[in-house]
């Protein structure tokens, strides 16, 4: 029978070698670049890539008292307009991978740190 905790091992070991430098140092700075952009794709996958992966990166970051933590979102969060967007503007998602990156942006402002 299959070890049900193995995946959330895997992602916490994961997460170690992203963070943790040769040097011992700590990093000052992350940029989380990753998630799902691929479309079509069922809920679970940017659930998983582009929320989850998200939070994990960011609440690690926190834990470990890095300086800033930098979340590359998308532009598909705002109101679909034929004029460039603002950070002010209206939200309103027009995609599956801007659903779940926007409830990234509100998780992680939860974050204390």
Do not use: H
Not at 70 to 86: A, C, F, N, R, W
Request: aromatic share 10%; hydrophobic share 35%.
């Amino acid at each position: 029978m299959a070890d049900p905790a193995a995946p959330c091992r895997a992602f916490a070991e994961g997460l170690s070698r992203i963070f943790d430098r040769a040097d011992g140092k700590q990093w000052d700075y992350v940029f989380n670049c990753g998630g799902e952009t691929r479309y079509s794709q069922e809920d679970e996958v940017y659930k998983l890539r582009n929320l989850a992966l998200s939070v994990a990166l960011g609440k690690e970051a926190a834990n470990r008292g890095i300086k800033a933590f930098v979340e590359l979102s998308t532009g598909m969060v705002y109101k679909s307009d034929s004029s460039p967007s603002k950070e002010t503007d209206k939200l309103k998602p027009w995609s599956k991978i801007a659903v779940f990156k926007l409830q990234a942006e509100e998780e992680l402002a939860k974050i204390p740190g």
